[in-house]
């Protein structure tokens, strides 16, 4: 969500702040974000989390625009390629509660809009919250089989040949240890914003640094168990070397089921986490479709085709 760019940071006046008693902060992180969001400067999904606010000035939000609205900006969206084909949708995404969402998705089947998107990301905050084998995981895939099958009940009703898409964005797994990466660095005396730069994920520690500091950082990062340093052979098979390295210019991810603990995304554990090496099982997404003609994707990057061609198929 966030990458290094102290110029066109959104948040680069707080870099002059003193810093600040915690209270204090979160009153000034309420204001901050008031700001922004009053004057549309960032018009998509974004979070503060727990960034401290004397850092925030470095980063900026790479995803201004919102992807759920019709010319974002950037990268043509699935929405900006139904509008451009003429084709009536309607979506529901994050703003509105799901149950409402699927309320109002079986409402539209049968109805005039021929593509339907719904977007929702309770599974994946109850997962975070709970454990993926949890029960109460058990009991909301219930509910997602009975609202599903309803809707196929209700397309095969309306003598429509509905084709359904049930996917998933990302796998999950449980968290089963954490490590502090910024406690470790600074116990060999390098501090953060006066000797290197860096932005703590949940699952990656992300580094702007040179010289010596940058050494000793290499040295506690090969040191912690838990993670790695990822080589640039590797972040160029991910498709994340980035030439510019405002995602980072020293990347270390942590294994499958560690979590980094505390970073700028939360000081507490969680009970799952995602955001892994997409080659670990757990990192598997899922795809259910009704449509024998779909053909089986092996990266996210071609969902927006797959749905697209489907979309023209069921002119
Ligand atoms: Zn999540």
């Not at 974000?33 to 606010?53: E, T, W």
């Not at 969206?77 to 529901?92: H, K, N, Q, S, V």
């Not at 149950?99 to 809009?113: F, H, N, Q, V, Y």
């Amino acid at each position: 969500m966030y990458r290094y760019d102290p110029r066109n940071s959104p948040f680069r006046m707080l870099r002059y702040l003193p810093r600040l008693p915690a209270r204090a902060e979160s009153k000034v992180k309420r204001l901050v974000r008031r700001c922004v969001d009053g004057r549309k400067i960032i018009r998509g999904y974004y979070d503060l989390y727990d960034i401290p606010l004397q850092f925030l000035g470095y980063f900026d939000v790479p995803q201004r625009s919102d992807p759920y609205l019709p010319g974002g900006g950037g990268v043509p969206t699935l929405f900006d390629e139904l509008e451009r084909r003429g084709i009536p949708y309607r979506l529901w995404d994050y703003r509105t509660p799901e149950s409402r969402s699927l309320d109002e998705l079986l409402d539209s089947i049968g109805k005039d809009r021929r593509f339907l998107f719904l977007y929702t990301a309770e599974l994946d905050a109850l997962m975070h919250r709970a454990g993926v084998l949890h029960a109460d995981v058990g009991a909301k895939l219930r509910q997602y089989e009975k609202a599903i099958g309803a809707l196929v009940q209700k397309s095969r009703r309306s003598g429509e040949d509905v084709l359904m898409y049930v996917f998933s964005d990302h796998g999950m797994t449980d968290v089963r240890n954490t490590i502090d990466v910024e406690g470790a660095i600074e116990q060999c005396g390098v501090r953060l914003g006066r000797d290197y730069m860096a932005f703590f994920d949940a699952t990656m520690a992300r580094f702007w640094v040179s010289g010596i500091a940058r050494d000793a950082i290499i040295g506690v990062l090969d040191e912690i168990e838990g993670g790695r340093i990822l080589a640039d052979r590797e972040l160029q098979a991910l498709g994340c070397l980035f030439e510019d390295r405002s995602y980072g210019e020293l990347i270390f991810a942590a294994d499958p089921g560690t979590m980094i603990v505390p970073s700028f995304m939360g000081r507490e554990r969680m009970a799952a986490m995602h955001g892994y090496d997409p080659n670990d099982a757990s990192s598997k997404a899922c795809l259910f479709t009704n449509d024998p003609a779909c053909p089986l994707p092996h990266s996210i990057m071609e969902f927006k085709q797959l749905l697209l061609d489907a979309a023209g198929r069921s002119g």
